[in-house]
């Protein structure tokens, strides 16, 4: 499974990115696709997943009803939409896959098998 992040950037608060993960390799590696986040000093930190098989999309706290993960079946793409940027949402955002994971493991890192390289978003104050 190999995956690409791109769509990161530069942003002023309260503006909006839209991230994209695409996917290759069996797709049965790959039913659970995640993003999460790494700021400077800290700890990685889950921010959205996506279940294919059932849709099911659990989202972090600090960005419900801010970001949006949505997909699209033909480019086995994955994105993630973040609208009402703030400085705090800087970090560096990764894509991670896994063949499956029940609801309560999609929030964590280590379950995740499949990496992909990360992408920086920058928000300005």
């Known amino acids: 499974v190999q995956l690409q992040a791109f769509g990161g950037g530069l942003v002023q608060a309260g503006g909006s990115l839209r991230l994209s993960c695409a996917a290759s390799?069996?797709?049965?590696?790959?039913?659970?696709m995640g993003w999460f986040r790494q700021a400077p000093g800290k700890e990685r930190e889950f921010v959205a997943a996506?279940?294919?098989?059932?849709?099911?999309?659990p989202y972090a706290d600090s960005v419900r009803h801010r970001f949006t993960l949505s997909r699209e079946n033909g480019v086995n793409t994955v994105y993630l939409q973040m609208n009402s940027l703030k400085p705090e949402d800087t970090a560096v955002y990764y894509c991670?896959?896994?063949?499956?994971?029940?609801?309560?493991?999609?929030?964590?890192?280590?379950?995740?098998?499949?990496w992909g390289q990360g992408t920086l978003v920058t928000v300005s104050s």
């Open positions: 991670a896959a896994a063949s499956g994971l029940i609801t309560g493991r999609m929030s964590q890192a280590d379950a995740y098998t499949y």
């Open positions: 996506h279940r294919w098989s059932d849709r099911s999309t």
């Open positions: 390799g069996r797709a049965s590696s790959r039913n659970v």
